[in-house]
């Protein structure tokens, strides 16, 4: 049994990426696909889709390379844990990396990337860090 799905989640991407693999597959939550629907928004993946075996779902998470061959993503950190959670206000989110970087913050209008959060005016849980 998984305790922690997001870090499982990006841990699954993180190896997939390590083995140049095309694509991985990730149990699905509503809290994951929101998660993964960022990391396309924000070019870090290609696409995902989510894929119905009768009672159970999974989540297909197609990877993205560079033109060398190497991986777009250069770190993903999960922040905020089970057993320490991290919650940030809207001034601490503002930037990651100059810019360069995204935090994936959850908040009470859903799991939005920092610059969402910090337009909309509002802080909340730190999921991870990825750039």
Request: aromatic share 6%.
């Amino acid at each position: 049994m998984i305790n922690d799905l997001v870090s499982d989640s990006l841990t699954r991407i993180r190896n997939a990426a390590m083995r140049r693999l095309d694509v991985t597959t990730l149990v699905h939550s509503k809290t994951i696909e929101a998660l993964v629907g960022i990391l396309v928004d924000k070019g870090y993946v290609e696409s995902f889709n989510v894929v119905e075996d009768g009672v159970k779902k999974t989540i297909n998470v197609v990877l993205k390379y560079d033109e060398n061959g190497r991986t777009v993503i250069n770190e993903m950190k999960r922040i905020s844990k089970p057993g320490r959670r991290v919650y940030k206000p809207v001034s601490e989110i503002k930037r990651f990396k100059n810019g360069y970087g995204t935090i994936i913050v959850s908040t009470s209008k859903g799991v939005l990337p920092n610059d969402k959060a910090f337009e909309l005016g509002i802080g909340g849980e730190v999921m991870a860090t990825i750039w």
